[in-house]
């Protein structure tokens, strides 16, 4: 993470640049391979667009009172366990969650952002400062839904033919929800009574989450999550192969009626958490027609940002892999940075740990 004694050290480049596809030989000598630096890059921050940045900031402090107000090189900021980064912009951005749907008509490779909190008590807490749980509908034919996954009267998530005939529970504490924050973001807040509060939650969509996965190991060296035995032993989980597996049936609780896609899905452990992804919604006629995601630059939900030790060894390698630079390397606060572009069209920021002068 950012030194939080230092925050003014990071910047978020929210400008839109022109696209770049360079290689390793514009960097460096092509008679040496470019190699990916050891160490994995670590979450920081998440760029979003706001019509009003310093009331997303009073709204995000009194949701998360641990966090602080900051700017990050004269923009409105949060500081907790991830930095949220504001820039200005005059209108709405596209990508704002619609209630109505139940999901952002145009939808990038960003699902939403949140935090891992007790959920089980928080529908009061978060009535005393006016925030109010969007619907979680239990099935097909639900049509008032539960402001929690825990009093879903079934456990888990499952299919449309298995709720008929699932066991009835009681309801359970924690669980996920979600709430509607400024410009349209969906933020979800999960847990239970035994997890550690961190506002570090992303949750992403990718057309195949597996491969996206593997990308992540390959261009990034993240590792997937080991495999786990019957013995209570692990094992290091080898790269999805084949990797783009059909589908599975859609699931509740959910946010659509129509209910959540949640398999394949494909998770990362990147160097200081773990993230994942999910398959694109918008498929077989569930959304009218097939939506292919769009691209996260200039919507609510603009990039994901990750510090590095090496950020010229980084920009090296990845142009040597042939990946889309959207910025390159240049001044970013007392550090420096560039832009890339992932699977599915998600702006990645990679930021230098280091201060440059």
Request: a negative charge; proline letters at 8%.
């Amino acid at each position: 993470m950012i030194d939080t004694s230092a925050r003014t050290s990071v910047r978020s480049l929210l400008v839109l640049g022109s696209t770049l596809v360079l290689s390793a030989c514009a960097q460096a000598d092509t008679s040496q391979p470019a190699q990916r630096p050891d160490a994995a890059p670590t979450l920081t921050h998440v760029g979003l667009n706001s019509t009003d940045p310093e009331a997303a900031v009073e709204w995000y402090l009194k949701l998360w009172p641990s966090a602080e107000r900051t700017t990050v090189a004269g923009l409105p900021a949060v500081a907790a366990e991830m930095y949220l980064v504001f820039q200005r912009v005059e209108t709405q951005a596209d990508g704002a969650f619609d209630p109505a749907l139940g999901r952002s008509d145009r939808q990038s490779a960003f699902w939403h952002i949140g935090a891992f909190a007790n959920t089980t008590n928080m529908d009061g807490e978060l009535d005393a400062i006016g925030v109010e749980h969007l619907p979680l509908y239990t099935g097909p034919d639900d049509e008032n839904g539960v402001w929690r996954s825990g009093l879903t009267p079934y456990a888990g998530t499952l299919t449309a033919d298995r709720i008929p005939n699932a066991e009835p529970v009681e309801p359970r504490p924690g669980g996920f929800s979600y709430v509607l924050a400024p410009d349209g973001v969906l933020f979800e807040i999960t847990g239970g009574p035994t997890t550690v509060a961190s506002l570090s939650h992303i949750h992403f969509f990718h057309e195949h989450p597996q491969c996206a996965a593997n990308w992540y190991v390959e261009h990034l060296g993240m590792e997937l999550p080991p495999v786990r035995h019957e013995d209570g032993t692990t094992s290091p989980r080898p790269a999805y192969e084949p990797c783009e597996d059909p589908v599975a049936e859609a699931g509740w609780p959910s946010l659509e009626r129509a209910g959540t896609i949640r398999d394949p899905r494909g998770t990362v452990v990147h160097g200081n958490g773990s993230m994942s992804w999910y398959p694109r919604q918008c498929v077989s006629g569930r959304c009218g027609a097939d939506q292919p995601l769009v691209t996260s630059r200039g919507q609510v939900l603009d990039h994901v940002a990750f510090e590095v030790d090496d950020l010229d060894g980084w920009r090296l390698w990845l142009g040597s892999k042939g990946v889309t630079v959207l910025e390159d390397i240049h001044d970013f606060g007392d550090r420096r940075a560039f832009m890339i572009e992932g699977p599915d069209r998600l702006a990645i920021e990679l930021v230098d740990a280091a201060p440059s002068r």
